[in-house]
């Protein structure tokens, strides 16, 4: 049974910092692509970052230079430090998990297999 769980949300001022933490049981991130998306309310889902096997990232325009994601693949954990938050980062975020397919070059949504529960983040 595969689980993601996310943990790290919770209130911070505009300027402030948080690190949101993903840890997965029955499957290992260290072989997949994971990332990180968020819903902010009546929004679609918006990527965050993707990191992949190889080790390339993509970052949403608007988290550039304020978001950080990382890996331990001994903790079997993916993070994401968030610095600089702004009010407009304020939404669920959530971690996905997958095995990318050979053939194609880069995951979107509905191609993860696992997705955590979410975790809020509210910056006032």
């Known amino acids: 049974h595969v689980q993601l769980v996310e943990s790290g949300g919770g209130s911070v001022q505009a300027g402030g910092s948080l690190r949101l933490s993903c840890t997965a049981s029955?499957?290992?991130?260290?072989?997949?692509?994971v990332g990180w998306y968020r819903q902010r309310p009546g929004n679609e889902c918006e990527l965050v970052v993707t990191l992949s096997d190889d080790g390339s990232t993509l970052y949403g325009d608007s988290v550039k230079g304020r978001f950080t994601i990382s890996q331990d693949n001994a903790k079997n954990t993916l993070y994401l430090q968030m610095n600089r938050l702004e009010p407009e980062d304020t939404a669920m975020y959530y971690c996905?998990?997958?095995?990318?397919?050979?053939?194609?070059?880069?995951?979107?949504?509905?191609?993860?297999?696992?997705w955590g529960q979410g975790t809020q983040v509210t910056v006032s």
């Open positions: 029955g499957f290992s991130l260290a072989d997949a692509d």
């Open positions: 996905a998990a997958s095995v990318r397919p050979t053939w194609v070059s880069r995951l979107t949504p509905g191609m993860y297999n696992y």
